[in-house]
């Protein structure tokens, strides 16, 4: 009889480097189970990424649970009266959102504990977005920690490993990764800002690193623009 594979929650944001990391959860051989949030962030569009993303590369099953992150707001995403910044800042960017991947891999890890998965996948990245503090290693070691401590599972042998396995790639890297994998990248949307068509705004941080890393890589940019 064939050993079963190995489970896995996925987060999906619909964005180029969660598609990746989905991509290789499949590729190492993990039976994945895909999460996506409406937190009330500025664009939905990359919702509907996500589901092309899951069409695309076929998953077990694909859940998006609807948050109310803005009610707090803090943050350009989820904040319609701060401003998506058109330019580098300096420390921690506007675009940060309070606690987000604290909170996402919560609820990523109960749902893993319920399903009896060993992993949870994040694409997180240290090297393009190391002005976020819920991106760096040091925090994902924490978690991971804290959740083998907070849980059934945890407790009693089985605990959940946290894979990251952007963290110190390049986004010309995680292009060029995601190519090998035969990820169809014209389905993501990575722009803070892009429209109900799914159009980029060309100018926000994520735009600008998103297409530096197709002219890195070499790689023909399939991004839509608006502007």
Known sequence: MNKPSPKAVVLLSGGLDSATALAIAKDQGFDCYVLSFDYGQRSLTE?????????????????????????????????????????????????????????????????????????????????????????????????????????????????????????????????REGQRLGLNYADTVSCYQANDNGEACRVCDSCRLRAKGFEDAGVPDPTRYFA
């Open 47 to 175: 919702l509907n990424a996500a589901r092309k993303v899951v069409e695309q590369l076929g998953v077990s099953e694909h859940r998006t649970v609807r948050l109310h992150l803005e009610d707090f707001g803090g943050s350009a995403l989820t904040d319609h009266d701060i401003d998506v910044p058109e330019q580098e800042e300096e420390g921690i960017p506007v675009t940060y959102v309070p606690a987000r991947n604290t909170v996402f891999l919560s609820l990523a890890l109960g749902w893993a504990e319920v399903l009896e998965a060993s992993a949870i996948f994040i694409g997180v990245n240290a090297v393009d977005y190391s002005g976020y503090p819920d991106c760096r290693p040091e925090f994902i070691d924490a978690f991971e920690k804290m959740a083998n401590l907070a849980t059934r599972a945890g407790v009693e042998g089985q605990g959940v490993a946290i894979h990251t396995p952007l963290m110190r790639l390049t986004k010309s890297d995680i292009i």
